[in-house]
Nanobody, 114 residues
Framework: QVRLVESGGGLVQPGGSLRLSCVTS????????MGWYRRAPGKQRELVAT???????NYADFVKGRFTISRDIGQKMVHLQMNSLKPDDTAVYYC????????WGQGTQVTVSS
């Protein structure tokens, strides 16, 4: 059974930082591309950042220079370090594992507000 479980969301003031984590089970982690997506209220889900099985990273333009995706192959985890957070970053953030299939976590809420 494949499971992706996110953690690390919460309420943070503008300009603050959060680190999201996603622990996986049931997949051969090192051959999967991993990613973070988000869905803001009233909007469609959008890509935030991905990291390929080979370790190549890709970021949405709106997070470049502020967010960093990383992975721990031994722990089968992927992280998203989010700095300089803005109110527009408020969303539910989802972890994704992709190879032949897409697997999703349940999401973690990030709220950026003063």
């Amino acid at each position: 059974q494949v499971r992706l479980v996110e953690s690390g969301g919460g309420l943070v003031q503008p300009g603050g930082s959060l680190r999201l984590s996603c622990v996986t089970s049931g997949i051969t982690f090192n051959i999967y591309a991993m990613g973070w997506y988000r869905r803001a209220p009233g909007k469609q889900r959008e890509l935030v950042a991905t990291i390929t099985a080979g370790g190549r990273t890709n970021y949405a333009d709106f997070v470049k220079g502020r967010f960093t995706i990383s992975r721990d192959i031994g722990q089968k985890m992927v992280h998203l370090q989010m700095n300089s957070l803005k109110p527009d970053d408020t969303a539910v953030y989802y972890c994704n594992a992709r190879r032949n299939n897409d697997y999703w976590g349940q999401g973690t809420q990030v709220t950026v507000s003063s």
